[in-house]
């Protein structure tokens, strides 16, 4: 018996030797697994060695046999492919058996080599799932969760009962994915149907996902905390250009137009505030000379590649022109307390009537005494 690694012997002393590996080591129910044996006919050996036959067995069952397999002479080497399949799950325990003598005469040995293999329960799975760029676009993954090659993949996006799309990828082997992109930016709902159908050991599969588009809110210019005030009939209006929107905005320019009884004061008629990030702001100044009671303010600027344009109003009726005061007039007078209707001083007024009357009193005394 000689020890190689797990070369074993009849009886006699053999000069050759043999060695098997599996290929995979782990197969699944159902897959080929390939044996790969190698004879050797050592160097010490003084004679050509025959072999007659290589068998892959356990000790109850017999799977593969070659017959004739060929002649070695010493120091030679030659390598013989089997393969099987298992039926069901568990561990093989075999022997690559191979039979051979010399050529110049002898009895017939056995020599073999074990290997052991891990039959897997088939397992087919396949599975989707999806990711989002903004609102545009939606990646679907397909990944081979089972330990078997899925093939014949086909990913489908179905939007409101209709295919919108559909798309085929590469076959995947186990524990791989692969990634395809749709165009989901013009579709007239946030929700969107995928499915997959793929073929497994000539069977045909199927798996679906269903995702929610992840919509951003287009950025969007609006004009708060506005502030106006007057001097005589110009106008100064300041406040802050918010973005209320989910994305950043571009070349925002804010302006009065000219219009009937709307005239912008010189270059303070329009303000270039720039960009405006997300859920930011950005302070504003405009001046126009104003003879109505409502100011329109043109905003303008580019969002998501998009150029929009639009008015808001802004209110100046209560701006006393004059003062720059909103709402405030002087007080009227009253018909009461110390103050006549006339607006005439009422003590001077008594004081004379007085007089008046002492006076003539004392001319009458004085004409009588005469």
């Not at 025959?50 to 002479?73: C, F, K, P």
């Not at 899925?150 to 085929?168: F, G, K, P, Q, Y």
């Not at 793929?198 to 599969?205: H, I, M, P, V």
């Amino acid at each position: 018996m000689t020890f190689g690694g797990a070369t074993v012997a009849s009886a006699q002393q053999s000069a050759v030797s043999v060695s098997v590996d599996a290929s995979p080591e782990d197969p699944v129910v159902g897959e080929t697994t390939t044996f790969n044996v190698t004879v050797t006919n050592q160097e010490g050996s003084n004679s050509i060695a025959d072999v007659s036959s290589i068998m892959l067995r356990t000790n109850q069952e017999h799977y593969e046999r070659v017959e004739d397999v060929g002649s070695l002479a010493p120091g030679g080497s030659l390598t013989v492919k089997m393969t099987t399949t298992f039926e069901q799950a568990g561990q093989k325990n075999l022997k690559a058996h191979v039979s051979a003598k010399r050529a110049s005469g002898g009895n017939l040995r056995a020599i073999y080599s074990p290997v052991t293999v891990d039959v897997q329960e088939l397992d087919i799975n396949g599975g989707l799932s999806t990711a989002s760029n903004g609102s545009d676009e939606t990646t679907v993954t397909f990944t081979n969760y089972g330990n078997v090659e899925l093939s014949n993949i086909e990913i489908t996006a179905t939007a409101d009962d209709s295919v919108r799309d559909n798309r085929d990828v590469f076959d995947v082997d186990p524990d791989e994915e692969t990634s395809v992109t749709f165009d989901t930016g013009e579709y007239d709902t946030d929700i969107i149907n995928f499915s997959a159908t793929y073929t497994a050991r000539g069977e045909q599969y199927e798996t679906t996902r269903t995702a929610t588009r992840d919509q951003q809110v287009t950025g969007e210019i609006r004009l708060t905390s506005i502030d106006v005030a007057a001097s005589g009939s110009t106008v100064s209006i300041d406040g802050e250009a918010a973005n209320i929107g989910g994305t950043d905005v571009e070349s925002v320019l804010i302006s009065i137009p000219t219009t009937d009884g709307i005239t912008p004061a010189g270059g303070s008629g329009e303000y270039f505030v720039g960009s405006v990030d997300a859920s930011e702001f950005s302070t504003f100044e405009l001046t126009a000379s104003v003879e109505r009671d409502t100011v329109p303010i043109r905003v303008a600027y580019i969002a998501d590649n998009d150029r929009v344009t639009k008015t808001q109003t802004v209110d100046v009726s209560s701006l006393n022109t004059a003062t720059g005061a909103a709402g405030q007039t002087q007080p009227e007078a009253t018909s009461g307390g110390e103050q006549n209707q006339s607006g005439l001083p009422l003590l001077p007024i008594i004081f004379g009537v007085v007089l008046v009357l002492t006076l003539g009193g004392l001319g009458r005394y004085l004409w009588n005494r005469e």
